[in-house]
């Protein structure tokens, strides 16, 4: 997918629009929490920086449904990103409008902007064109850097670039595109797919189009009680699914016919009640007590499973595989976190849970590519093509 990059045009002298995302959690006295997004964006906005650019940003923060919220501007991530640039990032007063448009006309040659949350304009999730132009009517060329919100149709992810002649990607979604797209095109193989999470329904898509391209599934967390049911196990009070144990049925089915190694737990750790403190156990699947739930994979699953990670040459994860967040039912998923590291494999790592299970144990920075998108990572694995991918120039 040969998308064309922001270096690969000449910006010097150009007002870009450059759409980021920095939804990101804002804590106490409404400072950033976690700028691992902010972060992310650096490289694209360095670059433009330095090349001699005007920048203008823009984001959407939270759901504020067309309404001005104080609690969601984006000003104290104009003072987050003033201090990880070491310059001055001018907080505008909205995303469009006269004010908006005296701003960028006074901007010099390598200053920031950054825009008003996109999202207090309901016209952004709609993707009205009016609001769209507006947007374009503020820059030259459009950036796009929001791997996150790819997957929307929205006028600045999508209806924007319609009306600028050039629309290019950022590094991070280059960087995302690479791996999520051509990486598993032709992985290097035995090529492991790792998938949790609490709903098989949330994964569907992605294990139907990974069937194809995997030599091996590893299912955990709470999506594996529903496969278990399939198989005919009582699974206690453990979270299913009912409806689609058909479905798993189905792709249990469909993983013989084509001769994918589809591995579910061989035992579990289960609790009496789904506290942090609650009595708890290991048990053989075959065994979970009525009234117990499970929380997390067991011992002889660890090992089962650490032995495929072991000979692969490409692994992607997504989703924990137990509740990770309680100290009690954390190891299974620390035991295959520390796995994926040690096989030496291309690892990629998306979905917001595992990415924090991954930090907690600071294993972070030894995986290969850890994924910005949430939603946008999962339609990836599905085979999908996104909105916001699909009107940049090729």
Same mark, same amino acid.
């Given at each position: #997918?040969?998308?064309?990059?922001?270096?690969?045009?000449?910006?010097?002298?150009?007002?870009?629009?450059?759409?980021?995302? %920095?939804?990101?959690? @804002?804590?106490?006295?409404?400072?950033?929490?976690?700028?691992?997004?902010?972060?992310?964006?650096?490289?694209?906005?360095?670059?433009?920086?330095?090349?001699? &650019?005007?920048?203008?940003?823009?984001?959407?923060?939270?759901?504020?449904?067309?309404?001005? #919220?104080?609690?969601?501007?984006?000003?104290?991530?104009?003072?987050?990103?003033?201090?990880?640039?070491?310059?001055?990032?001018?907080?505008?007063?909205?995303?469009?409008?006269?004010?908006?448009?005296? @701003?960028?006309?006074? #901007?010099?040659?390598?200053?920031?902007?950054?825009?008003?949350?996109?999202?207090?304009?309901?016209?952004?999730?709609?993707?009205?064109?009016?609001?769209?132009?507006?947007? $374009?009517? @503020?820059?030259?060329?459009?950036?796009?850097?929001? %791997?996150?919100?790819?997957?929307? &149709?929205?006028?600045?992810?999508?209806?924007? $670039?319609?009306?600028?002649?050039?629309?290019?990607?950022?590094?991070?979604?280059?960087?995302?595109?690479?791996?999520?797209?051509?990486?598993? $095109?032709?992985?290097?193989?035995? %090529?492991?797919?790792?998938?949790?999470?609490?709903?098989?329904?949330?994964?569907?898509?992605?294990?139907?189009?990974?069937?194809?391209?995997?030599?091996?599934?590893?299912?955990?967390?709470?999506?594996?009680?529903?496969?278990?049911?399939?198989?005919?196990?009582?699974?206690?009070?453990?979270?299913?699914?009912?409806?689609?144990?058909?479905? $798993?049925?189905?792709?249990?089915?469909?993983?013989?016919?084509?001769?994918?190694?589809?591995?579910?737990?061989?035992?579990?750790?289960?609790?009496?009640?789904?506290?942090?403190?609650?009595?708890?156990?290991?048990?053989?699947?075959?065994?979970?007590?009525?009234?117990?739930?499970?929380?997390?994979?067991?011992?002889?699953?660890?090992?089962?499973?650490?032995?495929?990670?072991?000979?692969?040459?490409?692994?992607?994860?997504?989703?924990?595989?137990?509740?990770?967040?309680?100290?009690? %039912?954390?190891?299974?998923?620390?035991?295959?976190?520390?796995?994926?590291?040690?096989?030496?494999? @291309?690892?990629?790592?998306?979905?917001?849970?595992?990415?924090?299970?991954?930090?907690?144990?600071?294993?972070?920075?030894?995986?290969?590519?850890?994924?910005?998108?949430?939603?946008?990572?999962?339609?990836?694995?599905?085979?999908?093509?996104?909105?916001?991918?699909?009107?940049?120039?090729?």
């Amino acid at each position: #997918m040969a998308i064309k990059c922001i270096d690969e045009i000449e910006i010097a002298g150009k007002r870009l629009f450059i759409r980021v995302d %920095f939804n990101v959690p @804002l804590g106490d006295g409404n400072q950033v929490k976690d700028a691992t997004k902010i972060v992310a964006a650096l490289p694209t906005i360095r670059y433009a920086v330095e090349k001699g &650019a005007t920048v203008i940003l823009a984001s959407h923060l939270g759901r504020p449904k067309g309404t001005v #919220m104080p609690e969601l501007s984006l000003a104290p991530i104009a003072r987050r990103l003033s201090e990880l640039l070491g310059k001055e990032v001018v907080m505008a007063p909205d995303c469009v409008g006269e004010a908006v448009r005296s @701003l960028v006309t006074k #901007m010099k040659q390598g200053e920031v902007l950054l825009l008003e949350n996109l999202r207090f304009h309901a016209e952004e999730t709609d993707n009205d064109q009016g609001f769209s132009k507006q947007l $374009a009517g @503020l820059a030259d060329i459009y950036v796009s850097d929001a %791997f996150g919100a790819a997957h929307r &149709a929205h006028a600045s992810t999508e209806g924007i $670039a319609h009306h600028l002649e050039v629309a290019v990607c950022g590094f991070l979604m280059k960087k995302e595109i690479e791996y999520l797209v051509n990486v598993l $095109a032709s992985p290097k193989r035995p %090529f492991v797919a790792i998938l949790g999470g609490a709903k098989v329904s949330d994964k569907i898509g992605v294990v139907k189009n990974l069937m194809g391209k995997v030599d091996t599934i590893l299912i955990g967390g709470g999506m594996a009680y529903t496969f278990l049911r399939a198989r005919g196990y009582e699974v206690g009070r453990s979270l299913v699914e009912d409806d689609k144990v058909p479905l $798993a049925k189905g792709i249990l089915k469909e993983a013989q016919e084509r001769q994918v190694d589809l591995r579910l737990p061989l035992d579990l750790v289960v609790a009496k009640d789904f506290t942090p403190d609650a009595e708890h156990k290991v048990v053989a699947i075959q065994e979970i007590p009525a009234g117990w739930t499970a929380m997390g994979i067991g011992p002889k699953t660890v090992e089962a499973f650490a032995a495929v990670i072991k000979g692969a040459r490409t692994i992607v994860w997504n989703g924990p595989l137990g509740v990770f967040e309680m100290e009690a %039912f954390a190891k299974g998923n620390e035991e295959v976190a520390k796995a994926v590291v040690a096989s030496g494999a @291309l690892s990629i790592v998306g979905g917001g849970d595992s990415i924090a299970a991954l930090n907690a144990l600071g294993l972070a920075d030894k995986i290969t590519h850890i994924s910005t998108g949430g939603g946008a990572t999962l339609e990836l694995l599905e085979g999908k093509t996104l909105p916001g991918v699909a009107v940049l120039d090729r």
